[in-house]
């Protein structure tokens, strides 16, 4: 089981998610997100997980940003891998890809209802809920009555408490948290990013 932890902003945070074996840690560079990270807390993020676990990989996800100055600003910072998420088209991932080597895409069933893993060219596809971030849980029904193909990632209302049913119902090839691991929103929780490692991993 794949495990992503994003949102990221503090080293320490990097360096528990790294410590407690995480598959990878992600950035979030989006002005209108409550957990925006500048470049150099980006920079720290990266510097911190890659110290405590070399082979983890680093994400920057990106909502507005165009794709190919994101995938600039990917590879200049050192992130392992660059994920477009929400209304990005088919020609915004060749750009993007063109520049850097590896290029997630992450969608919702909501908006996009015949989602498929590879559709994009993209490496690998995150399925998100309808509002990206809210913590809102959905509706896992649509997961299982979806034709996603191989290799994605659930995410959307996922906390330490119901991943290990998530991963049940869903069976994905991976999980990704964000607010679900927040005391408040944009604030990270040690404890909670331990308990969801650990949770999805036993599940």
């Not at 908006?111 to 994009?120: E, F, H, S, T």
Request: aromatic share 4%; proline share 5%.
């Amino acid at each position: 089981m794949y495990v992503k932890i994003c949102g990221l902003r503090e080293p320490a945070h990097a360096t528990r998610a790294a410590a407690n074996q995480a598959d990878a840690v992600g950035v979030v560079m989006s002005e209108s997100s409550p957990r925006h990270a500048t470049e150099e807390q980006a920079v720290a993020v990266i510097d911190a997980a890659k110290r405590e676990r070399p082979d983890i990989d680093t994400v920057l996800v990106v909502r507005e940003m165009p794709a190919a100055i994101a995938a600039a600003t990917a590879a200049r910072l050192g992130f392992d891998v660059l994920q477009l998420h929400g209304r990005y088209r088919r020609e915004d991932f060749a750009a993007a890809a063109a520049i850097h080597p590896r290029v997630w895409r992450a969608a919702s069933l909501a908006d996009v209802p015949d989602l498929r893993a590879g559709a994009y060219g993209e490496d690998r596809l995150l399925v998100d809920s309808a509002v990206a971030g809210s913590g809102e849980p959905w509706d896992l029904e649509l997961i299982e009555q979806a034709e996603l193909g191989a290799d994605w990632l659930l995410a959307g209302g996922l906390s330490p408490d119901n991943v290990a049913d998530a991963i049940a119902t869903a069976r994905p090839g991976g999980v990704d948290v964000s607010s679900g691991i927040e005391s408040a929103p944009g604030e990270k929780s040690l404890d909670l990013i331990s308990r969801f490692i650990a949770a999805a991993r036993g599940a």
